[in-house]
């Protein structure tokens, strides 16, 4: 399998859109209705929406390709009031897991947080989404706070961690 990371295209935006869809349904449906994540991803996610992140310069948007079709996504958004770059989004297709398209997209994001000056990558994890969170600390994130975070009508805690990122890595 060619796999190819590259930036997110205007054209990428309904991709995009089934690959949180689908990957969400996958990940979170143990743990949320799905009716409330389709009021979150109709209310948040859709191309109206996404085109408004595409624009946004502190948004940066990465496509998996796998064998010419995509297979994954991962956003980053530069919060400047705080000088982090926050990891917003790395979702695969289900079919595309575990081969190493993840991996190759977090790169891309310690990349570009590097672009931006900082030692640092910041993400979010639904604490019951135990997969993500196990993947994340073998990586080297470390997560120092739960918040809440909603979906819909239901409410689930977020962790909120970071990654020392740079030379040494």
């Not at 935006?13 to 009021?39: G, H, T």
């Not at 805690?157 to 030379?167: D, F, N, S």
């Amino acid at each position: 399998m060619e796999i190819l990371i590259r930036p997110w295209r205007r054209k990428d935006l309904p991709a995009v859109r089934r690959i949180l869809w689908e990957s969400w349904i996958a990940a979170y449906r143990a743990f949320i209705p799905a009716d409330d994540l389709r009021v979150y991803h109709e209310a948040t996610y859709r191309i109206e929406s996404l085109k408004h992140l595409y624009e946004s310069p502190s948004v940066h948007g990465f496509i998996g390709e796998a064998d010419g079709t995509p297979a994954g996504f991962a956003r980053v958004q530069f919060h400047g009031n705080e000088n982090r770059l926050y990891l917003a989004s790395l979702y695969l297709l289900p079919d595309f897991q575990r081969k190493g398209i993840g991996g190759r997209l977090l790169a891309a994001a310690e990349k570009k947080a590097l672009a931006y000056n900082l030692v640092e990558l910041w993400v979010g994890v639904m604490f019951q989404n135990e997969p993500a969170r196990r993947w994340y600390e073998k990586r080297g994130f470390r997560f120092v706070k739960k918040e809440p975070f909603r979906m819909g009508g239901t409410i689930v805690p977020h962790l909120i961690g970071c990654k020392a990122i740079g030379e040494s890595d």
